[in-house]
């Protein structure tokens, strides 16, 4: 590495003696080990802390950056090394931020329900259908339903998906100036049952498509293709 060609050259101008240059890299190896290990039982702790936000996420990256060139001018690291670190750690922040953005989401569903719910059992009780510890025992069941709902859909998110098929009723459009599919139609089914078709629109270049489930119409918007 840089450090050992360094010190090679020391020794061949006279600098230093070969026993100085064995016992400078044999100390710089062993500053190194220590710390990878420290970073190994440290691992994606930073990130964890630092993936709060997207602002914070690339502030965290660019310090990394940083101090991973620092590394690689002090010998402590190869530049393929320090590539493959900021890689990894890039990976890391951007599958932590997907994952607080789906918990939020999730966290904002779970308060509107329990709030709609509670209002719903304080007019019953108000309207004298229950009594107020009916209503408190009432809450709290279908809470934990619900919250037992959740984990159990979360954990079934990915093999329910694996079950819909995809069928093209109208050819999809894409134009070369847009980022979108403009126009077609999409039926999922699952099974031999149709659940839902996806309407992209009429050619206008746009991030709206709209989502037919039975009698029910929604707008959503798309990523880009």
Request: overall charge positive; hydrophobic content about 35%.
């Amino acid at each position: 590495n840089k450090l050992a060609a360094e010190l090679k050259a020391m020794v061949a101008a006279g600098k230093i003696t070969q026993e100085q240059a064995e016992a400078k890299l044999k100390a710089a190896e062993k500053a190194y080990d220590e710390k990878m290990r420290k970073a190994k039982g440290d691992k994606n702790t930073d990130c964890d802390g630092a993936c709060s936000s997207e602002r914070a996420c690339a502030d965290y990256l660019n310090k990394l950056g940083m101090k991973l060139r620092a590394m690689v001018e002090a010998g402590e690291i190869t530049a393929e090394e320090a590539k493959a670190k900021m890689e990894a750690a890039r990976k890391a922040c951007a599958k932590k931020l997907r994952k607080n953005k789906g918990d939020k989401d999730c966290d904002k569903d779970s308060d509107d329900y329990l709030k709609n719910l509670g209002l719903k059992l304080r007019a019953a009780v108000e309207r004298g259908d229950m009594t107020a510890d009916e209503a408190a025992a009432m809450y709290e069941k279908l809470k934990r339903e619900y919250l037992e709902k959740l984990r159990k859909g979360k954990g079934d998110k990915d093999s329910d998906k694996a079950k819909y098929t995809r069928r093209i009723v109208k050819e999809l459009v894409r134009l070369d100036d847009c980022d979108y599919i403009v126009e077609g139609t999409v039926a999922y089914y699952l099974g031999d049952k149709l659940a839902y078709t996806v309407d992209y629109g009429d050619g206008e270049c746009d991030n709206i498509a709209t989502k037919t489930i039975g009698d029910k119409v929604v707008k959503f918007r798309l990523d880009k293709k």
